[in-house]
């Protein structure tokens, strides 16, 4: 068989990667091009992306392939979800991207329903209400009269915008609109009562695309740039999240899906979008997927937690690995302190490791000092949170889910996989960690008649990746105690002084779960 590549970009909301896909033979391999961060910048009381600098790396990838004379078929780009870029009447992108991070939208989802009732946008997209929905950060904008917004043209989702960078031509691709509760998931269109309310048309949108169409090939500009020809770029699931839904090596459809990086994605691929009183009481969100597919899932903050921290580690000189940080987190005591992941004092704060400190001391808690203590903390606390939405996707799916795939590079983490299994109940599979970029490049691949559907695509990762099975054997006892004393924590809105009297509990002498 005849060995094609193809190039995918893949962009995270800490880090970005330049991936070549080669597929021959049957089987699928990766090679790394290049690796670059992705930084936040933070400049006149904002924080935004550095746009030029994502076009810079990825221009850098395509001369490292043109260099090597290495014939690539397509490009692929995919990104993290909710923000876009502006582009004014004259084609120039008329300023660096809002990151979602932005403070700017904290509380903007309330004011933005004393025009719409909550229900009724939840209705409309079955969206999970996030003050960083696109929605939001386009209500804020328009509010604040944004000089930015008022003089746009074209508004142009993350992956989108880069595609327009490389190509010239505009379009919004399915699956990244789906994430920025404008999007109707029954028309599978931008819906008009929620555009009004912040001033925007659907006209300023670029046309609909989904996942294996082309959007247009290297501008002549790019192609000097880069030493390549006329090669097509094509639009690929342009969110990541479901780019790496898409690398699920399932064997049939009674799944669930981890997909694990700085953010944890949590849900099931379904035919129909799943909106009813329970989704919007437990605030699951639907999201587009492949072949017309739905992701219904719950946003959990991930990977972001202990990532800050070894940040903050690095600043007084100590710089630990993955592979220390493991080793100490299994050294720690287990549960012995507990968080809220996705509480909004995680959302970014001036220092990870002292709103941890803050949370645990607040609720009651052991303060986690050593690193091994806040790595198991977090660890703990991520088990624990995936293990209350596990429960209610059991609920929900309109099937019984008989396996847990871990995807994305949180995958390679064993011990958070074992807790996971632990937490859940059901059999967990571990892999594929480049699940975005092989659903990138399987996306291609398609788009260029390799592959037939999305069942073809799996099969064919299954048998070229290597996943790790986590069995159901217990590592960690999880107390019914524990798991009160966890449910307590996120559940109930009570100073720790009533807890304390309503559930007898002291959280200082709970008993704790041995290695």
């Known amino acids: ?94 300023r660096n991207p809002y990151c979602y991070r932005d403070p700017h939208t904290v509380g903007a989802p309330e004011e933005y329903f004393t025009h719409i009732p909550r229900e009724r946008v939840y209705d409309i997209t079955g969206i999970q209400i996030m003050n960083f929905n696109s929605l939001f950060q386009l209500s804020t904008l328009h509010r604040n009269h944004c000089t930015a917004l008022e003089a746009a043209d074209k508004i142009l989702f993350m992956p989108d915008a880069l595609g327009y960078m490389l190509t010239g031509k505009m379009v919004t691709e399915y699956t990244i609109a789906s994430t920025s509760q404008i999007l109707n998931p029954r028309t599978k269109r931008f819906e008009k009562e929620l555009l009004d309310v912040v001033g925007v048309r659907e006209e300023q949108f670029g046309r609909f695309v989904f996942p294996g169409e082309q959007i247009g090939v290297l501008t002549e500009e790019v192609q000097k740039l880069t030493g390549l020809g006329a090669v097509p770029v094509i639009s690929v699931a342009g969110h990541d999240t479901a780019s790496a839904v898409a690398a699920v090596p399932a064997q049939n459809e009674n799944f669930a899906y981890l997909s694990s990086g700085t953010w944890s994605l949590m849900g099931i691929e379904v035919k129909d979008a799943i909106i009813n009183k329970e989704s919007y009481e437990q605030n699951f969100t639907n999201e587009g997927g492949v072949e017309g597919t739905t992701r219904f899932l719950k946003n959990i903050c991930g990977m972001w937690l202990l990532e800050r921290c070894r940040k903050e580690w690095e600043t007084t000189n100590n710089s630990y690995s993955y592979t220390e940080l493991i080793d100490a987190a299994l050294a720690a005591p287990a549960f012995r302190s507990l968080i809220n992941p996705d509480a909004p004092c995680f959302q970014n704060p001036a220092s990870m490791i002292k709103a941890i400190a803050g949370y645990c001391k607040q ?22 949170r995936y293990k209350q939405i596990f429960s209610v996707l059991q609920k929900i799916a309109p099937f019984p889910i008989e396996k847990l795939h871990i995807i994305g590079g949180g995958s390679r983490n064993n011990l958070l996989s074992q807790f996971t299994c632990n937490a859940v109940g059901v059999p967990v599979m571990a892999g594929p960690s480049e699940g975005t970029a092989i659903g990138n490049i399987m996306l291609q691949a398609k788009a260029n008649g390799l592959v037939n559907d999305i069942a073809a695509m799996r099969r064919l990762i299954s048998t070229s990746v290597e996943t790790v099975s986590n069995g159901k054997k217990l590592i960690i006892n999880i107390l019914p105690v524990t798991e009160r004393i966890f449910n307590i924590c996120y559940i109930c809105k009570l100073q720790n002084n009533q807890i304390k009297k309503k559930y007898e509990i002291n959280f200082r002498q709970s008993p704790r779960a041995g290695t």
């Open 1 to 94: 068989m005849e060995h094609t590549y193809f190039f995918a970009v893949d962009l995270g909301a800490t880090s970005g990667r330049t991936i070549l896909g080669c597929l021959g033979d049957g089987k699928l391999e990766l090679k790394e091009v290049t690796r670059f961060p992705n930084h936040i910048i933070e400049a006149c009381g904002h924080c935004y992306w550095d746009i030029y600098a994502l076009y810079r790396e990825i221009i850098n990838g395509l001369k490292t392939i043109a260099k090597d004379n290495i014939p690539i078929r397509s490009i692929g780009i995919d990104t993290w979800g909710v923000d876009f870029a502006l582009i004014g009447k004259d084609g120039e992108l008329l």
């Open 363 to 384: 609720t009651g808690q052991p303060v986690p000092e050593t690193y091994g203590e806040i790595t198991r903390c977090i660890f703990d606390s991520l088990s624990m």
